[in-house]
């Protein structure tokens, strides 16, 4: 059985929300296949330590997403990732006391050690100030600033 087959499937049952799977996955199909539509994408929540920065760049690069609204967090992580600082697979059962005394953090099954944070700290001081002191810039200016010293 393909995912198609199987959503397909959901949707004639329609029981336990397979009926909505399968109606957004109509809606998505029509939208990417409909070039005259302008397509948002909306990444909440911290996604890059969870993997899916790579996916949402090919999306980009296919032309599946026109416009990307995202949350903080995931630029955190993502300039977390450029600046050579690693996220690891992990578990959400786990001790997070002992995870602290490690000095690792915990963002459910992923993991990143304090000394990530500390770099991104660092990295950013140094971005932000070689910005002109009272200076203004667009957040597409300070994305392409940011991006330029990764």
């Not at 199987?6 to 009926?19: C, D, I, S």
């Not at 302008?38 to 032309?63: C, E, H, N, Q, Y």
């Not at 050690?113 to 810039?137: G, K, Y």
């Amino acid at each position: 059985m393909t995912v198609d087959e199987l959503v397909r499937a959901m949707g004639k049952a329609g029981a336990y929300n397979g009926g909505a799977l399968a109606k957004a996955a109509d809606i998505c199909e029509r939208m990417l296949s409909d070039t005259s539509t302008t397509k948002f994408f909306g990444l909440a929540g911290a996604m890059v330590p969870a993997g899916m920065g790579g996916i949402v760049s090919d999306l980009i690069r296919d032309g599946h997403i026109d416009v990307l609204v995202s949350t903080g967090a995931n630029l955190t992580h993502d300039i977390i990732e450029a600046i050579g600082c690693h996220h690891f697979h992990g578990t959400a059962f786990c001790n997070d006391i002992e995870l602290r005394h490690d000095e690792i953090n915990r963002i459910y099954d992923v993991y990143l050690p304090n000394e990530a944070f500390e770099t991104f700290e660092a990295f950013m001081q140094e971005t932000f100030s070689a910005l002109e002191p009272e200076s203004r810039i667009s957040i597409s200016g300070l994305l392409n600033h940011i991006g330029r010293k990764t």
